[in-house]
């Protein structure tokens, strides 16, 4: 007989991502219909990868950001662009782009994030933060920008300016990203499952779904008889 999922102790997930990533919010919100579908709970940790580290303060067009970065002509910015709006719209995500759309620096980000994670707050940070960056069209490497994003998820406003203006966690901030990418992680969304399996890439719903079937059947396995 199958396990009841509810009494399944919530899996271990942890999320290599950046802020200015669609694929990783595209990626999450699938994980999250897997969930929803199986009924298998997950603690979500969010980790931090910057994909682009050396983006000045100023940000840059992003139009001219996807040219430069990856050759893409205006067509294909088209195209993929139009790709995305669909798959966000199937998953209740509303990516807003205009010419003015930018690229902006994330580490004060993933500052905040990991100041976050100690008031058990990271993940509606990170989703307020993909709202306010992909819907909004809001600069999320802004300090006050930053601080009202955390306050609006229950973080103290006065906390988080501080955190953003000492750089109290820029250095494990640094040391969380290196210890991923000297683990290979060089693109995101990167989730690792139960410290043991590796998917990158946005894999869809059902992909991850087998993913926590293949979890749950292990655990039940090497469970007591």
Same mark, same amino acid.
Request: hydrophobic share 40%.
């Given at each position: 007989m199958p396990q009841d999922t509810a009494e399944i102790p919530p899996l271990q997930i942890d999320i290599?991502?950046?802020?200015?990533?669609?694929?990783?919010?595209?990626?999450?919100? !699938? =994980?999250?219909q897997a969930l929803g579908a199986t009924g298998i709970g997950a603690f979500i940790r969010w980790h931090p990868f910057e994909l682009n580290p050396n983006m000045p303060p100023e940000g840059q067009n992003l139009r001219e950001h996807?040219?430069?970065k990856y050759g893409a002509?205006?067509?294909q910015s088209a195209q993929n662009r139009a790709q995305l709006l669909a798959i966000g719209a199937?998953?209740?995500?509303?990516?807003?782009y205009s010419d003015s759309s930018r690229i902006v620096n994330t580490f004060a980000?993933? !500052? =905040?994030l990991d100041w976050a994670q100690e008031h058990n707050l990271q993940h509606p940070l990170k989703m307020a933060l993909f709202n306010a960056h992909f819907t909004a069209g809001r600069?999320?490497?802004?300090?006050d920008v930053l601080v009202e994003v955390a306050h609006s998820v229950g973080l103290d406003?006065?906390?988080a300016r501080d955190v953003l203006g000492s750089g109290s966690h820029a250095t494990q901030t640094r040391a969380r990203q290196?210890?991923?990418?000297?683990?290979g992680i060089s693109g995101v969304p990167a989730m690792v499952f139960e410290g043991k399996y590796l998917l990158t890439g946005a894999q869809g719903a059902e992909n991850y779904a087998q993913m926590l079937h293949k979890l749950v059947q292990e655990r039940a396995e090497a469970a007591p008889a």
């Open positions: 290599v991502s950046d802020v200015m990533c669609p694929w990783c919010i595209i990626g999450f919100r !699938q =994980l999250e996807i040219a430069e002509t205006p067509e199937d998953l209740g995500i509303d990516f807003t980000a993933h !500052q =905040l600069d999320v490497s802004d300090t406003a006065d906390q290196q210890f991923w990418t000297e683990r």
